[in-house]
């Protein structure tokens, strides 16, 4: 997905929906923060969204705009509705979401989670494709390792998961 195509999405789902917010949050959140990200933290052909005040569209949203729709067939990508319940981020978030709003957009805004907070929702699934996510952000240096270790330790999940995403990361900058 690129830049160009994320703001596409912004402004369907926000045409689809009549919202004139949507969270993104899923991988592709990371072209908010940096438009021209590597292609390796791109390849994802889902945008996972939540409409900001019409919670109730998601059916719509995945109707219309997801997987095998016509939307995905014209496009090349889809737009999965998906409440924010799905993903575990750490608290504060809301507050450094990086916000896109420009004409591609209509000027509806989509609210991509910051990518500190994207890596350590992220690392709590603890899949593959999720610590090479992860691993790219801190190698590229997108990231701060110690920002990302202080989203960890506010992250809502206990002890043993907050220790075993802190030796991730501090192995990961060692080797």
């Known amino acids: 997905m690129t830049r160009d195509e994320l703001e596409h999405a912004i402004r369907a789902v926000c045409d689809l929906t009549g919202d004139t ?44 705009l997801g997987e095998l729709s016509q939307f995905h067939e014209t496009h090349g990508f889809y737009v999965h509705g998906v409440s924010l319940d799905a993903a575990t981020l750490p608290s504060g978030w809301h507050e450094r ?17 910051e990518a500190h907070d994207l890596a350590a929702s992220k690392l709590v699934a603890f899949r593959d494709k999720d610590r090479s996510f992860a691993r790219v952000l801190l190698v590229e240096r997108l990231i701060e390792p110690e920002v990302l270790l202080a989203r960890i330790e506010s992250l809502p999940c206990g002890a043993e998961c907050k220790n075993r995403l802190a030796e991730w990361v501090e192995a990961t900058i060692r080797d």
Not at 49 to 55: G, I, M, T, W, Y
Not at 99 to 113: F, K, P
């Open 21 to 64: 917010e949507v969270w993104i949050f899923g991988s592709q959140a990371i072209l908010g923060q940096f438009p021209k990200a590597p292609e390796s933290l791109r390849q994802s052909a889902e945008c996972r969204v939540a409409p900001k005040n019409r919670l109730e569209k998601l059916d719509l949203i995945d109707g219309t």
């Open 97 to 113: 979401v990086i916000e896109v709003r420009n004409e591609n957009t209509r000027q509806n805004a989509g609210l991509c989670i």
